[in-house]
C-alpha cells in the first residue's frame, strides 16, 4: 500500500489544522492505520491509531481531546483533525500502515510496515 499525506501548514497556536492521508489498493480495510510525528532532534512518536474498521480509535495522552482521527474506508483515506494547536504539536506528521493480522492495534513506529512521505507542521507562539 501506498501512503499519501496532505493538509500540513503554518497555523498559530490554538488553529485548527486537518491532516489527511490517501492510500492506494483495494486492500485499505485490512489495515490499522496510524499518525506519528517527529520533531527535530527527536525520535518519531506516536500520535493516533484507527483499527481497519474505524471502531477502535487510540490516542497518545498529549493530543488526547484536542485530535480526532478518522477513516473512510470507501475513499481510502484516513484523516487526522486537529484542534487547540500548539506550538510542541510542530513535527513532520506522518501516515502509516500495519495490516490488520490481529485486533490489536499497534503504538509503536516500528511494527508500521508502510508510511508516508510526511507533511509539516508548524505552530506558532
Known amino acids: 500500500v501506498q501512503l499519501v499525506e496532505s493538509g500540513g501548514g503554518l497555523v498559530q497556536a490554538g488553529g485548527s489544522l486537518r491532516l489527511s492521508c490517501a492510500a492506494s489498493?483495494?486492500?485499505?480495510?485490512?489495515?490499522?492505520m496510524g499518525w506519528f510525528r517527529q520533531a527535530p532532534g527527536k525520535e518519531r512518536e506516536f500520535v493516533a491509531a484507527?483499527?481497519?474498521?474505524?471502531?477502535?480509535?487510540y490516542y497518545a495522552d498529549s493530543v488526547k481531546g484536542r485530535f480526532t482521527i478518522s477513516r473512510d474506508n470507501a475513499k481510502n483515506t484516513v484523516d487526522l483533525q486537529m484542534n487547540g494547536l500548539e506550538p510542541e504539536d510542530t513535527a513532520v506528521y506522518y501516515c502509516?500502515?500495519?495490516?490488520?493480522?490481529?485486533?490489536?492495534?499497534?503504538?509503536?513506529?516500528?511494527?508500521?510496515?508502510?508510511w508516508g512521505q510526511g507533511t509539516q507542521v508548524t505552530v506558532s507562539s
Open positions: 502509516a500502515a500495519d495490516r490488520a493480522n490481529s485486533l490489536i492495534v499497534r503504538t509503536t513506529s516500528r511494527q508500521y510496515s508502510y
Open positions: 489498493g483495494r486492500t485499505f480495510s485490512s489495515y490499522h
Open positions: 484507527i483499527s481497519n474498521t474505524g471502531g477502535r480509535r
